[in-house]
């Protein structure tokens, strides 16, 4: 998919691929961009090039009927000053994407994750037997995000000061420089989060005015952020065989709805009380490998699913998948040899959650 921001990015920017996407990772090559990065999306406030999050329309007489089927949360209710993070799930319960869905007059409209539209595109074809219109707007919409402790104030400089204090998961309709634009408050990192979707031919003006008032943030530090806070990443959670309970996403999840593709599956697995869980660890040296074993002493216990060097922590920060009963915090293991110490989530807090809008 074509990142319609490219050319509004400095130079020296590192794009990295991200399923059907080229995106930002960095916005320097310096070996500080992403401290840099971060400590914009933590301590102040950053602009990040939503491009890689693929948009869908679901429209028509069958659309809401549709949607409450392949969504795991309930959107039945979903008007249009509303939006919320929902899971849509495979038959076997396995992630397919994690989506932002946004209520609209004519029906739906879906926020894919980082380079998965392309997958939940084909998902939503394949299985839409009500005959509802699914349409992929990315060819005439484009996201612009703004994240951290400030962002509340870049958005009152760029738009409208009231916006700002949106109560979460809110949306309105408003203009920008004269075109109509989609507000939404949300945010992934745990700090103050907005969102703006505008016409694809209005983002690079809405991108170059924003990166006057906050710092641009790629891929890696939002990502970075995102675990911080234990928001759930399929790309690197979702292992083959993983159901939505082992990896700790089953609050995306409204098990009370009659009926969704995958409910079946995650009852059972919920039901049943098997599997494993997903622990957060940290180490203070090496970055373990996905699939490194996690030992308590000579036994296995489970392995690792991702890692990364935490600027925050200024050490590894990662999650592992172990046995259930071993899914508690303070346990001292090793991985690949070195000492490894779990942790419960947050593993940062962030500034927003003491930083009020004024």
């Given at each position: 998919m074509t990142n319609v921001l490219a050319a509004t990015h400095p130079e020296g920017t590192v794009y990295g691929e991200i399923g059907d996407a080229t995106v930002p990772l960095r916005f320097s090559a310096s070996p500080e961009a992403l401290s840099e990065e971060y400590t914009a999306l933590r301590e102040r406030a950053a602009v990040i090039d939503l491009g890689g999050h693929r948009l869908i329309e679901i429209t028509g007489p069958a659309a809401v009927e549709f949607a409450q089927r392949v969504l795991a949360r309930d959107v039945e209710y979903l008007t249009s000053d509303r939006c919320m993070m929902s899971l849509v799930l495979d038959e076997d319960g396995r992630i397919v994407d994690q989506v932002i869905a946004f209520g609209r007059e004519d029906g739906i409209l879906l926020e894919s994750s980082c380079g998965a539209g392309s997958r939940l595109l084909e998902h939503l074809r394949a299985r839409n037997?009500?005959?509802?219109?699914?349409?992929?707007?990315?060819?005439?919409?484009?996201?612009?995000?703004?994240?951290?402790?400030?962002?509340?104030?870049?958005?009152?400089?760029?738009?409208?000061?009231?916006?700002?204090?949106?109560?979460?998961?809110?949306?309105?309709?408003?203009?920008?420089?004269?075109?109509?634009?989609?507000?939404?408050?949300?945010?992934?990192?745990?700090?103050?989060?907005?969102?703006?979707?505008?016409?694809?031919?209005?983002?690079?003006?809405?991108?170059?005015?924003?990166?006057?008032?906050?710092?641009?943030?790629?891929?890696?530090a939002l990502e970075l952020a995102m675990l911080e806070v234990r928001q759930p990443m399929p790309r690197h959670e979702a292992t083959p065989g993983a159901s939505v309970i082992e990896i700790g996403a089953n609050w995306l999840v409204d098990i009370t709805k009659e009926s969704f593709?995958?409910?079946?599956?995650?009852?059972?697995?919920?039901?049943?009380?098997?599997?494993?869980?997903?622990?957060?660890?940290?180490?203070?040296?090496?970055?373990?490998?996905?699939?490194?074993?996690?030992m308590a002493g000579d036994q296995v216990i489970g392995e690792v699913v991702h890692a990364v060097h935490s600027v925050g922590l200024n050490a590894t920060l990662g999650l592992a998948r172990v046995d259930r009963d071993l899914a508690a915090a303070g346990l001292e293991l090793s991985a690949g040899g070195v000492g490894v110490t779990t942790l419960t989530s947050p593993y940062i807090v962030p500034k927003s959650w003491s930083v009020p809008i004024i």
């Open positions: 037997d009500e005959g509802a219109e699914i349409a992929d707007r990315s060819e005439d919409l484009a996201i612009v995000g703004l994240e951290g402790p400030y962002a509340w104030g870049v958005v009152g400089r760029l738009i409208d000061a009231e916006l700002a204090s949106l109560p979460f998961e809110s949306v309105a309709e408003t203009t920008w420089d004269g075109v109509d634009v989609v507000f939404a408050r949300t945010g992934f990192t745990g700090e103050y989060g907005y969102q703006m979707i505008v016409p694809r031919e209005s983002a690079p003006g809405l991108w170059s005015l924003s990166v006057e008032h906050a710092r641009p943030a790629g891929q890696e593709v995958g409910r079946e599956a995650v009852l059972e697995a919920f039901e049943s009380g098997a599997g494993r869980s997903t622990v957060g660890f940290t180490c203070a040296v090496g970055v373990p490998a996905p699939g490194t074993r996690l």
